[in-house]
């Protein structure tokens, strides 16, 4: 009995010591959750009151129980922490070009997509209308019609028809400067309007976008289509000189002429044109200057080119190729297009751009050209791309077809397609991409070279003007393209030539080549846009005056006629303009490269190689003057020997 009643005892001790023990496990696994949650929590709540941490307690018997009997994972995240990369604030670029069109606003435009992604504002100051049709979130202040080479027939009629060189090119250069004051008060209105922040300017005749940058004291970064005429490199030369564009091959005579004696040349006609400029620049508060890159010598340059494509040579680091800008899509092919080239096999793309034009002699032989090539089977099909410009000739009596027919499209091995505005383009990069398109007959503009590179098509280039000539030396040199000469155009070595670029299995090779170059550079757009950012952060950014942040950035203001356009009616404070002086002078530094500071001649290390070369003189006059005297010496006495011993006897 006593027996029974001892060990029913011991079973309720036990009892009890077992719901003891699991308790406490309860509350060791309550305080290890809780333990948990503190650690996870930050600094402000590890002073929980006690409420609170009960609160927390009660909330975690749940948890506690989902964890039992599982292995807790660490949080991976715990071990990293998060760090605001958001280096942007709203600003303005405001983009300016002479010319337009598309192949001198898409590369900048392009850009500036990428920039209005990441929170930026964009205007446009250029002729025409463009941004409506391409680009509908960037406002445009148009400067005028858009440009229309048929209109300024005066101009553009001896530049096409005409041999090309810096006298044509003056003829451009004279027309934009007679320009100048209506540009600059364009920009002069869009920049009080719109406030900008940087311009990005399009270098090619747009002296009035630099110039109001410089008077309103904002950056300004220079873009172009290449690095031919702002860095140097001897062997690079132009054929607007008379001279190709790499003298590697060049004899000593040529090599001198165009290194010296053109560019020479160049200088001297350029200069009452600069005079005459600055005194346009006098009329509205613009210092004058000396040369063209005077302005500009500081200030970042984008190419939109790529090594490859350009003659390799030494760059500047202000000077970044960021090309070929592409777009990342294409306008598609017309339903008549492509039923056109599915049925072609060997199809040739014909397209000299919007703008240019050339002879009806030149026409006619095109045509002929195109009916020889189709007729020996040599090219089964033509798509031609006109732009509205041209004035055809009627074929003479021995060919089969009339012109009319082949324009209206009544020949079915030829189809001709119109580009009369921006909103009608014929697809370019759709039909080069197609497989059935062997051959791009082109003038050998930048932005279709780079498009013909891209996918991969030879070229045969009938350049006109400007740029144009080099482009197409270059590419031959590649062994990608070969050139025809406009003021020599002959049907036999059109047709000769369009064979060769099909035929010879080397053109093949170095396409291959170029268009994996061609790929990988198209990416550096991203590169262009943090660029930009980089000038503009760093332009508000002076560490030697800390009131630039209150004057400059703090209450940004835009000066018209001595006054104020901003919505404070404070005055600029004197201090500014010495401020903004040194925002210009310190901006860049990091890419300055020292010989700019030092001057021509210890930039140069001309004084530290005359000195070696006049100590190699001396030397060299020492060791000569040296031997002539012991020679002289040793003369002197053996003829002193003779003549003692002829007297003696």
Request: aromatic share 10%; with cysteine; hydrophobic share 35%.
């Amino acid at each position: 009995m006593s027996s029974s009643n001892s060990s029913n005892r011991l079973s309720k001790n036990q009892l009890i010591l077992t719901f003891i023990l699991l308790f406490h496990l309860i509350i060791i696994g309550i305080n290890a959750s809780s333990s948990d949650n503190t650690n996870q929590a930050d600094s402000s709540s590890e002073t929980l009151s006690t409420e609170s941490r009960k609160s927390t307690e009660t909330a975690s018997w749940w948890s506690f129980f989902k964890k039992i009997g599982i292995k807790k994972k660490a949080d991976p995240k715990q071990k990293f922490i998060q760090i605001d990369k958001d280096i942007n604030e709203i600003k303005n670029i405001l983009v300016g070009s002479f010319v337009g069109g598309l192949s001198h606003l898409r590369p900048s435009l392009e850009i500036c997509k990428i920039l209005i992604e990441r929170g930026y504002k964009v205007a446009l100051v250029a002729p025409g209308n463009f941004t409506s049709t391409n680009y509908p979130s960037i406002k445009q202040y148009s400067t005028g019609p858009e440009h229309n080479t048929k209109e300024l027939s005066h101009i553009y009629k001896p530049i096409f028809e005409k041999p090309y060189d810096y006298n044509s090119f003056f003829l451009e250069k004279d027309e934009a400067d007679k320009q100048y004051l209506e540009r600059f008060e364009v920009y002069k209105r869009s920049t009080i309007d719109f406030k900008p922040d940087l311009f990005l300017c399009d270098l090619l005749n747009n002296e009035a976008c630099f110039d109001i940058a410089w008077k309103f004291k904002i950056p300004a970064i220079g873009i172009s289509s290449s690095l031919n005429k702002r860095t140097f490199a001897p062997y690079k030369s132009d054929p607007i000189y008379g001279c190709h564009s790499n003298m590697e091959k060049g004899s000593f005579i040529e090599r001198f002429k165009c290194l010296i004696i053109q560019p020479a040349r160049f200088l001297y006609e350029s200069r009452q044109r600069i005079i005459s400029l600055n005194e346009k620049r006098l009329s509205v508060g613009v210092s004058p200057i000396s040369s063209s890159l005077e302005r500009i010598k500081n200030s970042l340059f984008l190419a939109d080119t790529f090594f490859g494509f350009e003659i390799p040579h030494p760059v500047p680091p202000l000077y970044q190729e960021i090309g070929p800008v592409m777009q990342e899509s294409y306008p598609p092919l017309t339903s008549k297009l492509s039923s056109f080239l599915s049925s072609h096999k060997r199809i040739m793309y014909v397209s000299f751009g919007m703008q240019v034009y050339t002879t009806q002699e030149n026409y006619a032989i095109l045509l002929k050209s195109f009916l020889e090539v189709i007729d020996r089977n040599i090219i089964d099909g033509i798509v031609w791309s006109l732009s509205g410009l041209e004035d055809f000739p009627t074929l003479s009596d021995d060919t089969q077809l009339e012109t009319s027919e082949i324009l209206n499209n009544r020949y079915t091995h030829i189809y001709v397609t119109t580009s009369l505005s921006l909103k009608e383009l014929t697809p370019q990069v759709s039909i080069l991409n197609h497989t059935n398109t062997k051959i791009f007959l082109t003038h050998g503009g930048v932005a279709s070279c780079h498009e013909s590179l891209y996918v991969g098509k030879p070229m045969l280039i009938l350049p006109f003007a400007s740029d144009q000539f080099s482009n197409a030396e270059k590419l031959e040199e590649q062994g990608i393209a070969l050139k025809l000469d406009k003021m020599n155009l002959q049907v036999d070595d059109i047709v000769r030539k369009i064979e060769l670029l099909q035929l010879d299995a080397r053109v093949k090779i170095n396409l291959k080549r170029m268009q994996v170059l061609t790929k990988i550079n198209s990416k550096r757009k991203y590169r262009a846009a943090d660029l930009i950012e980089f000038v503009m952060k760093v332009s508000q950014l002076n560490p030697n005056n800390n009131d630039v942040n209150k004057n400059v950035i703090g209450k940004k203001k835009y000066k018209k006629e001595g006054k104020e356009s901003s919505e404070s009616n404070e005055t600029y404070p004197e201090s500014i303009e010495h401020v903004t002086e040194d925002i210009y002078e310190w901006l860049l530094k990091e890419w300055v490269t020292p010989d700019t500071r030092m001057g021509f001649i210890r930039g140069k290390y001309l004084d530290v190689y005359g000195v070696v070369l006049i100590l190699l003189f001396s030397i060299i006059w020492f060791v000569v003057w040296t031997g002539w005297s012991l020679v002289s010496f040793i003369v002197n006495s053996i003829a002193s020997l003779f003549e003692g011993k002829l007297k003696s006897d």
